[in-house]
């Protein structure tokens, strides 16, 4: 049997605002390291034995920075699997269920998470190998974290009996919701209790036949999806209209929960899901004071902290216990046992209409990066860099004109008619209305300052006339 990793790439990571934001979320974040959560996810199963390509489930809105992660580490996936909108797990497991099935009969799923963080993979890899014995035989395994600590940000697995003639796996007793400090206790002082780590391992045929039986709507709808799916570029698309259709539901409450098949793996691997600042605190290496840091940072007298400046000198001085993020455009400080209350912050930029918590001031998109400076009455002020090889769409704006000064590389320029190359301390007017496009021919990335002037800057004024990303 042939293990296919399926990297689950989705959510938006709110409580690790302010610079985990909807457009460019937590495991699309250098975190831990300098490579993403969803690298770090994707290099920790490379090579093992058995085991093939990844394929990695994300919502539109993150394919092009998706595809352009796993083009850094020098991996190509199987597939990328887009979502329309997001359904939780259950929906998109079996999407990529019916994926690797269309191609292997035999495949088994080996569902990971793409931002957690996993301190000993060998022990990881172990545990995978013990379960696949039963898995061959129909069941549908978990990975129970062997709790650390009474703690009740996670969900719990209780063990039932021994789990056929497999050495320390367990038939799953139940599952428990994220119980009170005092449960908490009482289930780590047991020994029947594991942190649900969200992690799974079964064949694509055997889910589909669980959710089938479990759940016939969803598992229609997720058929429906997959059948009518189309090819994107290099991505797969499930079909809009039967996706969004689709009822929505973890694994856990749609499958697990219900199947008579569920085993679970106790996992001592060094696990946690970076589910908040204080959490991130947890896993990384700090200094004699307790404290860890990155960016440029100054402390005096500060103990069992966590501050990350992005771009500016953050200074800290007499305190403990707190959590500093700065970013370009919010900057959040709070105590560490109060972080999980940093969801609420995110709510109330929801409702106030605001959009620090969908972007950064710097945007990616499948061209390259544009990064707000400055923004006033009638006029914006970018930095632009375009990939070599990167192209804008052919594009008209209604309401402003654009005025881009090169700062190095090469530009071709078209406007209206006409198509000019640009190098650098060159420029060129766009007037309003006018049909134009940003190409990099160059082997260089490009970089220019766009001045933009007008009655209206919003990004939503754009008409688009032809797009090589095929963006609407």
């Known amino acids: 049997m042939k293990i296919y990793p399926v990297i689950l790439s989705g959510g938006a990571g709110t ?39 990844p394929l990695i489930v994300c919502g539109n809105e993150h394919r092009f920075l998706v595809a352009e992660q796993m083009r850094e580490i020098g991996h190509k996936p199987l597939g990328i699997l887009l979502e329309s909108v997001g359904r939780n797990t259950a929906p998109a497991v079996a999407a990529a269920a019916h994926f690797l099935a269309a191609q292997d ?51 719990y697995i209780r063990r039932g009996a021994a789990a056929g003639a497999t ?47 479990f759940q016939p709507a969803m598992a229609g709808a997720v058929d429906a999806a997959f059948t009518k799916a189309y090819r994107d570029l290099d991505f ?110 995110v709510e109330h930029l929801k409702a106030s209409d605001r959009t620090e918590h969908m972007y950064h001031t710097k945007v990616y998109r499948p061209w390259g990066s544009y990064e707000g400076i400055d923004l006033g009455e009638r006029y914006q002020v970018k930095r632009i860099t375009v990939n070599p090889g990167g192209k804008l769409s052919l594009q008209m704006h209604h309401h402003r004109a654009e005025h881009w000064v090169v700062v190095s590389g090469t530009a071709s ?32 990335p490009l970089h220019l300052i766009e001045v933009q002037s007008g009655s209206y800057l919003g990004e939503d004024d754009i008409v688009r006339f032809e797009d090589v990303y095929s963006r609407a």
Not at 27 to 50: C, F, N, Y
Not at 106 to 126: K, N, R, S, T
Not at 178 to 204: C, H, I, Q, R
Not at 285 to 300: C, E, I, K, Q
């Open 15 to 53: 409580r690790l605002w302010p610079l985990s934001r909807a457009v460019l979320p937590k495991q699309l974040l250098p975190l831990v390291s300098d490579q993403t959560m969803l690298q770090e996810t994707a290099l920790r199963v490379a090579g093992w034995p058995g085991v093939q390509a």
């Open 413 to 444: 320029v078209t406007c209206g008619d006409k198509v000019t190359l640009l190098t650098e301390n060159e420029s060129v007017y766009i007037p309003i209305g006018t049909t134009h496009r940003l190409e990099n021919p160059g082997k260089l």
């Open 167 to 213: 050495d320390g796996l367990y038939q799953v007793a139940s599952f428990v919701e994220k119980p009170d400090a005092e449960t908490a206790k009482g289930f780590v002082a047991s020994g029947d209790y594991f942190w649900n780590s969200g992690m799974f391992l079964f064949s694509a045929a055997n889910y589909l036949r669980e959710l089938k039986e």
């Open 236 to 345: 797969c698309r499930l079909d809009e209209t039967e996706f969004a259709a689709c009822p929505s539901d973890s694994i856990d409450y749609a499958v697990m929960e219900k199947t008579r098949h569920a085993v679970v793996v106790p996992a001592d691997i060094g696990w946690s899901d970076v589910g908040s600042w204080s959490a991130l605190h947890d896993v990384l290496p700090a200094d004699a004071n307790g404290n860890v840091t990155r960016g440029d940072v100054y402390l005096d007298g500060v103990q069992n902290s966590l501050v990350r400046a992005e771009g500016r000198i953050v200074a800290l001085i007499g305190v403990s216990d707190v959590v500093v993020v700065e970013t370009a455009d919010a900057v959040l400080v709070a105590r560490k046992d109060q972080v999980q209350r940093v969801k609420q912050v």
């Open 105 to 155: 009969p035999e495949a088994v799923m080996l569902v990971l998470p793409a931002d957690h963080v996993i301190g000993d993979v060998a022990a990881f890899q172990a545990a995978v190998l013990r379960a696949l014995p039963q898995v061959a035989q129909g069941a549908l395994a978990t990975f129970g974290i062997v709790p650390t600590a009474p703690e009740t940000g996670y969900g």
